[in-house]
């Protein structure tokens, strides 16, 4: 298996909602990341885990709160979202090289949210 | 936090010809690298080159790193339809964190 997943494609939610976008990797990365990325515009790092720990949070507002439940597995966990987050969220990963540094990305297709 | 700023910001080609984006960084690299990403899905990672790496190939794909001038190019040669997409470069300063470019977007004609 050489891929990142993501589910769901596409989301729509209202300001109360609360949902979860699942990201998914059997390639043994052990670093896992998520972006936001608006339109025409590159991604913006959101979060990394390293080992299955938070390593990074970008000063993301706490209504989006990530979840590594096992190496193989990213979650992040919607809540209060304002109709100015809707964006594609991708998630990616990378392998460990020597020294535990990562280096190339692979991202998955991204979930495109829209909050209503 | 973007680093990388990115020439043009769109190129409009036609099939066979060739296609050369530009990259700028502000600070110290280990590494930049190329994604490529079609309309509304995820990037593809297509090649790295590091600090003291001038020059790499990959297929089709050329890139140069100049370390003086912080810039890099990435060479599309001979494009096809298929290579329609925008192109990142991204900087690799630290262990985790990837800073990517403005993109440029590219559209080849048949």
């Known amino acids: 298996d050489t891929e990142v997943t993501q589910t769901p494609k596409h989301l729509v939610m209202g300001m109360t909602n609360k949902k979860s976008l699942k990201c998914e990797q059997h390639?043994?990365?052990?670093?896992m990341y998520w972006y936001k990325q608006k339109a025409k515009k590159p991604p913006e790092l959101m979060f990394v885990y390293s080992y299955e720990k938070l390593s990074i949070n970008e000063s993301v507002p706490s209504r989006f709160s990530p979840e590594c439940p096992n190496s193989s597995l990213l979650n992040l966990h919607l809540h209060a979202l304002q109709p100015e987050d809707s964006a594609l969220y991708l998630c990616?990963?990378?392998?460990?090289?020597?020294?535990?540094?990562?280096?190339?990305?692979?991202f998955g297709p991204g979930t495109r949210l829209l909050v209503l | 936090s973007q680093q990388g700023e990115e020439d043009p910001q769109a190129l409009s080609i036609q099939e066979g010809e060739n296609a050369t984006m530009n990259c700028s960084y502000k600070t110290s690299i280990n590494n930049l690298q190329w994604y490529r990403q079609n309309s509304g899905r995820g990037l593809v990672h297509l090649i790295l080159?590091?600090?003291?790496?001038r020059e790499k190939h990959s297929g089709r794909l050329r890139v140069t790193l100049d370390t003086s001038k912080k810039s890099s190019s990435l060479l599309i040669t001979a494009s096809r339809a298929a290579d329609t997409a925008s192109y990142f470069c991204a900087t690799d300063a630290n262990d985790y964190k990837l800073s990517f470019g403005a993109g440029t977007t590219v559209t080849v004609r048949a």
């Open positions: 990616a990963s990378s392998p460990p090289l020597g020294g535990g540094a990562h280096e190339t990305q692979y």
């Open positions: 390639m043994g990365h052990r670093a």
């Open positions: 080159i590091r600090s003291n790496e």
